[in-house]
């Protein structure tokens, strides 16, 4: 009985992936737009901060100098009394904890320059980019490196051993061609999509719960109900200069006048 022939079109037809690999997918693609959503909030918020630096920083400054000039004229019109004086203005104890300190980073000099070489070598022969399978890797195995050299150069031991560490467990370690190897890669490349994933949901909450996050989403809430917070910011710390101002030319006749006297 012969075998029947298999047609053209059914041996060029797609293997379709797993269901672990369609799930991997899902998640890498999750993992680009958590990353896209990071960054941009990332941006947002330098942007902010740039902002609030450049406009209202140096009107803060100002403030503060004309309060510091204000405070000293008002002690000398008895006005105001005078700060207490710390004791010596140094603390013993805290001339010990600096030098604890210091010897603790003596110390923490750890390696010697030649166990710091074995270690730095061992990373090249497994992570160097050339030995990756597709563009992804090489990617990663970039980034690693780049990890690798800013230990070597701080003379980090252990956080080079924790980076081959981690490379050992990674996806992009596994060798080989067959099921196996393959089904071994697509398991760990998932935990590292998914620990990724919780990094970056981590990352969302510390960013969100800032002082500048949530100044912009004031100012975002502002925005929609038709005023500028920013503005009245502004605003305000130049009003608070005006007061300021007023009051130092009133303390400083008045001090004037007791000079004369």
């Known amino acids: 009985m012969s075998t029947p ?42 942007d902010l901060q740039s902002r609030h630096l450049t406009e209202i920083g140096p009107l803060y400054r100002d403030l503060a100098e004309i309060e510091d000039e204000l405070i000293d004229l008002e002690i000398r019109a008895g006005l105001r009394p005078p700060p207490e004086d710390d004791a010596d203005g140094v603390d013993e104890g805290d001339s010990a904890d600096t030098a604890q300190d210091a010897a603790a980073c003596d110390d923490r000099g750890g390696a010697s320059a030649d166990a710091l070489k074995r270690v730095f070598r061992d990373v090249p022969k497994n992570i160097h980019p050339d030995l990756a399978m597709n563009d992804a890797a090489r990617l990663r195995r970039h980034s690693l490196m780049a990890e690798a050299n800013r230990a070597y150069a701080e003379r980090d031991a252990d956080r080079l051993l924790l980076i081959l560490h981690r490379w050992q467990r990674s996806s992009d370690a596994v060798v080989g061609d067959d099921d196996e190897s393959r089904e071994l890669r697509l398991r760990r490349r998932r ?38 917070l920013f503005a009245e910011m502004v605003a305000q710390v130049r009003s608070d200069i005006a007061r300021a101002r007023a009051r130092l030319v009133a303390v400083r006749q008045m001090v004037g006048v007791r000079t004369e006297r």
């Open 5 to 46: 022939p298999i047609s053209v079109s059914a041996a060029l037809e797609p293997v379709l992936p797993s269901a672990d690999a369609a799930e991997l997918a899902r998640l890498e693609a999750q993992l680009r737009e958590r990353e896209n959503e990071l960054n941009t909030l990332k941006l947002d918020l330098q």
């Open 191 to 228: 935990a590292e999509v998914e620990e990724q994933l919780a990094a970056i949901d981590a990352e969302f909450i510390e960013l969100r719960n800032s002082a500048i996050a949530r100044l912009k989403d004031k100012i975002d809430d502002t925005r929609r109900k038709g005023w500028d």
